[in-house]
T-cell receptor, first 110, second 114 residues
Framework: GIQVEQSPPDLILQEGANSTLRCNFSDSVNNLQWFHQNPWGQLINLFYIPSGTKQNGRLSATTVATERYSLLYISSSQTTDSGVYFCAGVEDQAGTALIFGKGTTLSVSS | NAGVTQTPKFRILKIGQSMTLQCAQDMNHNYMYWYRQDPGMGLKLIYYSVGAGITDKGEVPNGYNVSRSTTEDFPLRLELAAPSQTSVYFC?????????????FGPGTRLTVL
C-alpha cells in the first residue's frame, strides 16, 4: 500500500542540539516534501526534495529515492524550531495530491 | 500578496447544520486543495481542483462538496454536519501539480461539531 512513515514520533531537545528526522516511503510514493507546522498551526513548506540534498540555513534535507527514505537535519536547534515536522509525497510520478506522514513532534527548550 | 486566506478561523456547529468554509488565493495558482487534519495525524485530502470549473475527489470526500467558479476561490461546503467532521481544515494552492511544486497553505479553520 501507499505508506509514508516518520520517526521518531516525538523528540525533545535542548537549545543548540542537532537532530535528524527520518521519513520512509513506499515504492509508489514520489516527490518528497518536508513541512513544518508551528505551534500556532501554520504549515510552511521547507523543502521540495525528490532526490539529492538541499540546504537552507540550519536546515538541510537528503532524499535517497532508490532506498525510499528522506532525512531532515536540524542543526543548532532553537526554540522557534518547535512544532510538528511532516514529510509528504505523491502517489506515482503524475500524482496531484500529497500523502502525509503522521509527523514528528519536536520540542526545543531553552 | 496575502497568499492563501481562509475564513472563518474558528466555528462551532450543531449536528445537522451546514456551512461553507471559504478559501482564496491571490497567486494565480491553478491547483487548489482542501485537507483535514485530525488530532495527532497528518493531513488527508478531501477535494482538489486543477483549474476553474474542474474538481475531483481526494481520500476523504464524503460529507463535503466543493466548487471552483474562479481561479481565486475554492469554497468547501459541509452539509448535515456530523461530530466526525470535527477537525482542522486547511486550504492550499500550488502553481503546478502538487507533486512537483510547492504547496502553500492557509492558516486553517478549526471546526467543532457538537
Amino acid at each position: 500500500g501507499i505508506q509514508v512513515e516518520q520517526s521518531p514520533p516525538d523528540l525533545i531537545l535542548q537549545e543548540g542540539a542537532n537532530s535528524t528526522l527520518r521519513c520512509n516511503f513506499s515504492d509508489s510514493v514520489n516527490n518528497l516534501q518536508w513541512f513544518h507546522q508551528n505551534p500556532w498551526g501554520q504549515l510552511i513548506n521547507l523543502f521540495y526534495i525528490p532526490s539529492g540534498t538541499k540546504q537552507n540555513g540550519r536546515l538541510s534535507a537528503t532524499t535517497v529515492a532508490t532506498e525510499r527514505y528522506s532525512l531532515l537535519y536540524i542543526s543548532s536547534s532553537q526554540t522557534t524550531d518547535s512544532g510538528v515536522y511532516f514529510c509528504a509525497g505523491v502517489e506515482d510520478q503524475a500524482g496531484t495530491a500529497l500523502i502525509f506522514g503522521k509527523g514528528t513532534t519536536l520540542s526545543v527548550s531553552s | 500578496n496575502a497568499g492563501v486566506t481562509q475564513t472563518p478561523k474558528f466555528r462551532i456547529l450543531k449536528i445537522g447544520q451546514s456551512m461553507t468554509l471559504q478559501c482564496a488565493q491571490d497567486m494565480n495558482h491553478n491547483y487548489m486543495y482542501w485537507y483535514r487534519q485530525d488530532p495527532g495525524m497528518g493531513l488527508k485530502l478531501i477535494y482538489y481542483s486543477v483549474g476553474a470549473g474542474i474538481t475531483d475527489k481526494g481520500e476523504v470526500p464524503n460529507g463535503y462538496n466543493v466548487s471552483r467558479s474562479t481561479t481565486e476561490d475554492f469554497p468547501l461546503r459541509l452539509e448535515l454536519a456530523a461530530p466526525s467532521q470535527t477537525s482542522v481544515y486547511f486550504c492550499a494552492s500550488s502553481r503546478g501539480t502538487g507533486g512537483a511544486d510547492t504547496q502553500y497553505f492557509g492558516p486553517g479553520t478549526r471546526l467543532t461539531v457538537l
